[in-house]
């Protein structure tokens, strides 16, 4: 079983930045896939980045170039910075865990906007 609870989101003007938190309780959380996801209203939920236990990293490519996803695995945490933040970024961002099955976290919500 894994716990997840995000945190950092939060109101930003278009340009800022943004750092996500996810916290994991449970057992051997550096074999977990961990990810961010988001959606916006209306919208289906999208992968944003994605970082394996060996280290390796996905991006959406919405994400290429202003995201970071990574992790600490012994904190058992996983971050996404967020630079240069736009309007259309404006969603709930959820945290994602997956071996074998899916975890997620409830959402923390990130509004851009000037």
């Known amino acids: 079983q894994m716990q997840l609870v995000e945190s950092g989101g939060g109101l930003v003007q278009p340009g800022g930045s943004l750092r996500l938190s996810c916290a994991a309780s449970?057992?051997?959380?550096?074999?977990?896939?961990m990810g961010w996801y988001r959606q916006a209203p209306g919208k289906q939920r999208e992968l944003v980045a994605e970082i394996t236990s060996g280290g390796s990293t996905n991006y959406a490519d919405s994400a290429k170039g202003r995201f970071t996803i990574s992790r600490d695995n012994a904190k058992n945490t996983v971050y996404l910075q967020m630079n240069n933040l736009k309007p259309e970024d404006t969603a709930v961002y959820y945290c994602?865990?997956?071996?074998?099955?899916?975890?997620w976290g409830k959402g923390t919500l990130v509004t851009v906007s000037s």
């Open positions: 994602n865990a997956y071996r074998a099955m899916d975890y």
């Open positions: 449970g057992s051997f959380f550096s074999y977990y896939v």
